[in-house]
Nanobody
Framework: VQLQASGGGLVQAGDSLRLSCAASGRTFSTYDMGWFRQALGKERERVAAISRSGVSTAYADTVKGRFTISRDNAKNMVYLQMSSLKVEDTAVYYC??????????????WGQGTQVTVSS
């Protein structure tokens, strides 16, 4: 699967932004999907994940209640709706995919990042 993330930009604290990730291929519904971010000088962090069916989601404590991950398997898309953005949300955001055969917690397929910058 090939992944293409988009939707990043420069926003102010408190604003909302929606990231999109387009996936290629006809087997998108067989992949669990995740959104990760990496801020300058920091380790990569998984911020949200969604199961193949979209029924199960998980969030990092740092974004819980503010970010929502969703997917549309008919369109091969996964989204990250970000609300009440904070300066500390500034990072490059990546979408990633894993299969049932992947090692636990390991995402094998990555898109290019999209920069999100939140100003105060």
């Amino acid at each position: 699967v090939q992944l293409q993330a988009s939707g990043g930009g420069l926003v102010q604290a408190g604003d909302s932004l929606r990231l999109s990730c387009a996936a290629s291929g006809r087997t998108f519904s067989t992949y669990d999907m995740g959104w990760f971010r990496q801020a300058l000088g920091k380790e990569r962090e998984r911020v949200a994940a969604i199961s193949r069916s979209g029924v199960s989601t998980a969030y990092a404590d740092t974004v819980k209640g503010r970010f929502t991950i969703s997917r549309d398997n008919a369109k091969n898309m996964v989204y990250l709706q970000m609300s009440s953005l904070k300066v500390e949300d500034t990072a490059v955001y990546y979408c990633a995919a894993r299969t049932v055969a992947s090692a636990p917690g390991k995402y094998e397929y990555w898109g290019q990042g999209t920069q999100v910058t939140v100003s105060s």
